[in-house]
């Protein structure tokens, strides 16, 4: 699953993956995140944490990545993972 992350610097979006990433969790935590960014006119940063408690990701998350949906990656400014 992936959650909010709070403790992210300013102007930065994080979540943590934990354990399973599924497509659900794209639709439930990162439509969501990029969604607001674009409503607010803001570009989006995004770091992803993946930790020790990541254990794998289902294969339609990458076929709904932030292109997904929303059709372009305009809104979206860079995205890292973190081990």
Known sequence: ???RAED????????KAIGSVSKSDNQTVVE???????REG???RILCEIG???TSFTP???????????GSLE?????RGRQ
């Not at 969501?32 to 674009?38: C, D, V």
């Not at 809104?75 to 995205?79: D, H, P, T, Y």
């Open 52 to 54: 020790p408690e990541f």
């Open 42 to 44: 803001r570009r989006i």
């Open 8 to 15: 992210a610097p300013v102007g930065v979006d994080a979540v």
């Open 75 to 79: 809104a979206v400014r860079g995205v």
């Open 32 to 38: 969501p995140l990029i969604e607001g960014a674009r």
């Open 1 to 3: 699953m992936l959650e």
């Open 60 to 70: 339609r998350i990458c076929l709904a990545g932030p292109q997904g949906r929303h």
